[in-house]
């Protein structure tokens, strides 16, 4: 109940969507996007990313970022006084979102369009990671996770009361045979509810066979 009642008191300002345009506090829902962190380490972006990546740093599943969205498109960009992310506000997020950039650039891209101060926008994305319950099998596996699609959806909705197949969009590129999970999309209502996905999260992961590379 308290979790509901901060969270409400948060974002409570933000409406949902009329006329189109980046217009701050002005969306229909939101997606938490939860990156497979593995994956990003074995790309080329990752090989040089000490922070999330070095040897020992063992991290699963991390924020990508909180995205308000309109049932079709998203604002992005919206105006600000608060371009600057504070040295305190990022040191509060490496844990869950190991990329000093990253925390940077999801502020200015999205988080200026929640409608809510830049605090109350890290600390929004803060309750929601720990409102997801990861199933025991993704939280540190020390081998390959063979999987697919579907099984990963369903692990999670046996996970997490109230959440639904509709309610989550696996991302993996373009692959049709096997591919590698690059994100988990959680969609949530404008109080932080578990609610359905609009459009935008149409185009999921088609692949038969999805990796999940070990956590190093």
Same mark, same amino acid.
């Given at each position: ?121 890290? #600390?929004?994305?803060?309750? @929601?990671? =720990? ?5 025991? %099998?993704?939280?540190?596996?020390? !081998?390959?996770? &063979? ?28 692959? #049709?045979?096997?591919?590698? @999970?690059? =994100? ?5 209502? %404008?109080?932080?509810?578990?609610? !359905?996905?609009? &459009? ?17």
């Amino acid at each position: 109940m308290r979790f509901f009642t901060a969270l409400l008191m948060l974002l409570m300002f933000a409406c949902p969507a009329g006329a189109r345009g980046p217009q701050s506090g002005v969306f229909d829902y939101f997606v938490l996007s939860l990156s497979w962190s593995p994956t990003y380490c074995a790309s080329p972006a990752g090989e040089n990313d000490n922070s999330q990546c070095a040897p020992g740093r063992r991290f699963a599943f991390v924020v990508h970022g909180l995205w308000p969205q309109y049932t079709k498109g998203w604002p992005e960009n919206c105006e600000t006084r608060e371009g600057w992310v504070e040295e305190g506000t990022i040191d509060s997020m490496m844990k869950i979102m190991p990329s000093r950039k990253l925390i940077i650039h999801e502020w200015k891209k999205h988080g200026t369009c929640a409608g809510v101060s830049q605090a109350d926008y890290f #600390r929004a994305v803060r309750l @929601l990671f =720990e409102k997801i319950r990861i199933p025991a %099998r993704y939280l540190s596996p020390t !081998a390959d996770v &063979t999987t697919t699609p579907d099984q990963l959806v369903t692990d999670f909705v046996k996970t997490n009361r109230d959440l639904t197949a509709s309610m989550l969009s696996v991302q993996c590129g373009n692959a #049709r045979d096997e591919a590698r @999970l690059s =994100e988990l999309r959680v969609c949530l209502d %404008r109080r932080g509810n578990f609610a !359905a996905c609009g &459009t935008n999260e149409q185009h999921a992961c088609r692949a038969r066979t999805l990796v999940m590379p070990h956590v190093r």
